[in-house]
């Protein structure tokens, strides 16, 4: 029996890959790639007379594979199926650390799955509050209520854009350069930076076209995220290269740190890095660059 | 549990096992076929009776078709079969209880 550790709320999740969660192949090895978080699946992966065989399979991989340092999600079935229920309690008594509950559009969807969760926290006997949170955004609807969405909850770590859905609602195609996206990705990035939670992009699922794969995640990283949900193994390198802070980008924080720790002594609030005016909002993010290269193992310095 | 009626879970692919159940009145009566019989057919045997040991099925037909299964992933596919044929897979599930 597996017992995993307490999930964290904040952690790196630069790559969360799906799975199928009635494919026994899929599941008994899913941590073996390095993906920061798997999403085991029991939404649309999973035919509809096979969702309760999903979950018997979910539940024995839970409480028997050992993920070791992968974060495990269970993407449920949305509210407006029969399924989400017993969905959750699954995944409580299993023991996974979070649920991404698909299809979400209000606070309200978030409050329902969180009192689901913790009456079967409470019927299982899992600590009340250890099963984190994240909401996958697919509409118009979901995106305008992006921020009472993501503070809906303490459980709630951060939100995800999901393309195939909201793409079909706004009757747009995957574009070169993301413009059918844009303002979402933009809005739903605001609302997560605003309630202090994590924010993730769509999957791309062109699997052979590694030239827009490439361009979208360096796209995914200029406009601010924290990580993308990928689809096969394959991707989960580039994105977690790109992800990583660059060497030029590590020596410039650090350069800041050690200089604040300089001019806060002689009592300087505001001066000048290599030409450019630096204050304290610059050393903060300088620290969360250090801290982030550290996380992703390319920090070589003793800061 | 008693099996009802005829039922079955799981598929042929590779790493699964497709699990048979069938009303029987004289114990439990059990088939394997797998394509790993030689070096695990009788820790398939021994997974799949202590997995209705849990469940509490006294008799029953099993038939076993396993596709190199990990143990859980067979233990999986019995508690799906067996709780289809009572007509109770869908949901109250007792997880932690007998399906463990």
């Known amino acids: ?303 | 549990m008693e099996i009802q009626k005829p039922a079955i879970a799981g598929t042929l692919e590779s790493s699964d096992a497709q699990i048979v159940v069938e009303p029987f009145t004289d114990g439990i009566q059990l088939s394997i076929e797998s394509s790993v019989m030689n070096q695990y057919g009788r820790q398939i045997k021994a997974t799949v009776l202590e997995t209705l040991e849990h469940l509490g099925v006294k008799n029953g037909k099993i038939t076993v078709n396993d596709k190199g299964a990990l143990e859980c992933t067979l233990k999986a596919r019995v508690e799906c079969a067996v709780f289809r044929s009572c007509g109770a897979s869908e949901k109250n599930i007792p997880w932690g209880g007998v399906v463990r």
């Not at chain 1, 949170?133 to 503070?151: C, D, R, W």
């Not at chain 1, 924080?253 to 002689?266: D, I, P």
């Open chain 1, 1 to 303: 029996m597996i017992k995993r550790p307490k999930p964290q709320k904040f952690r790196l999740r630069r790559t969360m890959m799906f799975m199928n969660a009635q494919k026994p192949g899929l599941i008994k090895d899913a941590y073996i790639y390095g993906a920061d978080s798997i999403i085991l699946d029991l939404e649309d992966a999973v035919a509809e007379n096979q969702k309760d065989a999903a979950r018997f399979s979910l539940y024995q991989a839970l409480q028997n594979v050992d993920y070791g340092d992968t974060e495990v999600i269970v993407r449920i079935n949305g509210l407006d199926t029969p399924h989400w229920q017993e969905d959750i309690r699954c995944v409580v008594a299993g023991g996974a650390d979070g649920i991404r509950i698909a299809k979400c559009e209000s606070a309200q969807d978030v409050l329902t799955v969180e009192e689901h969760v913790l009456a079967a926290e409470r019927e299982f006997g899992v600590e009340e509050g250890r099963t984190l949170l994240m909401a996958a955004l697919e509409s118009p609807k979901g995106i305008l209520n992006a921020y009472e969405i993501v503070t809906a909850s303490d459980r709630m770590f951060g939100c995800a854009i999901s393309g195939g859905d909201f793409r079909k609602s706004m009757h747009v195609q995957i574009e070169e350069g993301g413009i059918e996206m844009l303002s979402a990705r933009g809005q739903m990035l605001l609302a997560a930076r605003a309630a202090g939670v994590q924010c993730f992009d769509t999957m791309f699922p062109y699997l052979d076209d590694t030239e827009g794969f490439q361009a979208e995640v360096i796209q995914n990283r200029k406009m601010g995220f924290d990580g993308k949900s990928v689809i096969n193994p394959k991707q989960i390198r580039f994105v977690h290269e790109t992800f990583a802070p660059t060497p030029k980008e590590i020596a410039y924080a650090e350069k800041l740190v050690r200089s604040f720790n300089e001019q806060a002594e002689s009592g300087v609030g505001v001066y000048t890095v290599d030409g450019k005016m630096v204050d304290i909002p610059f050393f903060e993010d300088a620290r969360r660059v250090i801290a982030l290269a550290k996380a992703c193992g390319v920090y070589k310095g003793d800061l």
